[in-house]
């Protein structure tokens, strides 16, 4: 410990050199720094540096430093994969077939679900993508992760300031290093046999990131002024642009079955008597003509109902005959459905019927 002195407080000093004196090269001391009284070791005009260094050295303990292995005498053994949970679009999955990501600190990219190191072209490396190429893909990664996680927390109504916050940073990084993300050269050239003009344009610091499924979301959070060569950042970094699936408004069977049709993809009936709060019987005669019961379709444990978009479709006339006999199950069997007037209606309204005396 340095003893406090003319109104400085004490200083802790290393235990090493406390107990070892004869091991500092100099005499303890203060010093001022950015953040205040700072220990030193000041110069001390009775030390010679060439003659007390080596005999300091000396003094150090002997054979205790161990050689690094060599990479040859290191067997090389093969790492594993890295192990990322890959997913679809439709799965709202935030890795994908083909994207791009960091592990350890290397550039990776999904490919055939697994992750696989990016080749980069070096002096010892011929082929990969170029060097520069590999620094942009980097330096979209963040980028992309940011969109995501803003994205993902309004989606979900959670807190997003933070993180719009980490946003702006990624984005002002990128284009401190590289320039505007959509920056876009065009270059016109005169074809001098037709005199015809071609236009050339290239985005060179979208065109690395092309391969990555997410490049034309990262593309889209920039306004880019082709005319100008100027960016500025879009709303989604100061402003809310996704809301949360609002919760549907249930107030009759008809809309409890287009709830069903949107959450299972098809007819749910347990499910929509479930979100009305009414017996199963109700709810088939509130929906009257818009579901039907397949007899071909239906098992002894399950019955197969359908709507009558998909249930009329096809060959009608046959479905109609299948459908008569299960009217003996009981009112909520297939119905053979006639307009006043007792003709079958056998089709859709406005669609032309062809009668088997028109065939030729």
């Not at 935030?94 to 697994?114: C, F, H, I, P, W």
């Not at 960016?231 to 809310?240: L, Q, S, V, Y």
């Not at 929509?272 to 007899?295: C, H, K, S, T, Y």
Request: aromatic share 4%; net charge negative; with cysteine.
């Amino acid at each position: 410990m340095l003893p406090a002195e003319d109104g400085e407080p004490a200083l802790a000093v290393n235990r090493y050199f406390a107990e070892h004196p004869h091991m500092v090269l100099g005499l303890h001391g203060r010093t001022t720094s950015p953040f205040g009284v700072v220990y030193t070791c000041h110069y001390c005009p009775t030390v010679s540096l060439e003659a007390d260094l080596g005999a300091a050295l000396e003094r150090l303990p002997q054979g205790i430093h161990v050689t690094a292995a060599t990479p040859e005498s290191t067997p090389v053994r093969p790492t594993a994969a890295p192990r990322v949970r890959v997913g679809t679009a439709a799965e709202g999955a935030t890795v994908k077939e083909g994207s791009y990501l960091l592990l350890d600190g290397a550039l990776m990219q999904v490919l055939d679900g697994v992750p696989q190191r990016v080749a980069v072209k070096s002096a010892t490396v011929k082929e990969g993508i170029f060097a520069k190429h590999a620094r942009i893909i980097v330096g979209l990664i963040p980028l992309r992760d940011a969109i995501r996680a803003v994205l993902r927390a309004q989606e979900a109504n959670e807190p997003w300031g933070m993180l719009q916050g980490r946003l702006r940073s990624a984005y002002q990084l990128f284009v401190r290093q590289f320039g505007p993300v959509n920056l876009t050269n065009i270059n016109t050239s005169t074809d001098p046999k037709t005199g015809e003009a071609r236009e050339t344009v290239r985005r060179p610091n979208l065109q690395p990131f092309l391969d990555d499924p997410d490049v034309w979301l990262v593309s889209s959070v920039e306004q880019y002024d082709e005319d100008a060569g100027t960016a500025k950042m879009g709303p989604i970094f100061t402003e809310r642009v996704i809301h949360p699936p609002a919760e549907p408004v249930i107030t009759c069977a008809a809309d409890a079955l287009a709830v069903t049709l949107h959450e299972v993809g098809h007819v749910d009936l347990a499910r929509v008597a479930e979100m009305l709060g009414r017996p199963r019987e109700q709810v088939i005669a509130e929906l009257g003509d818009a579901v039907f019961l397949n007899p071909d379709a239906t098992k002894a444990d399950a019955e197969a109902w359908e709507t009558a978009d998909a249930y009329l479709s096809g060959a009608v006339r046959p479905q109609r005959g299948r459908a008569a006999p299960g009217a003996a199950r009981g009112p909520e069997a297939v119905r053979d459905h006639r307009p006043p007037g007792g003709a079958l209606d056998t089709g859709s309204r406005g669609a032309g019927v062809l009668q088997a005396g028109d065939r030729r």
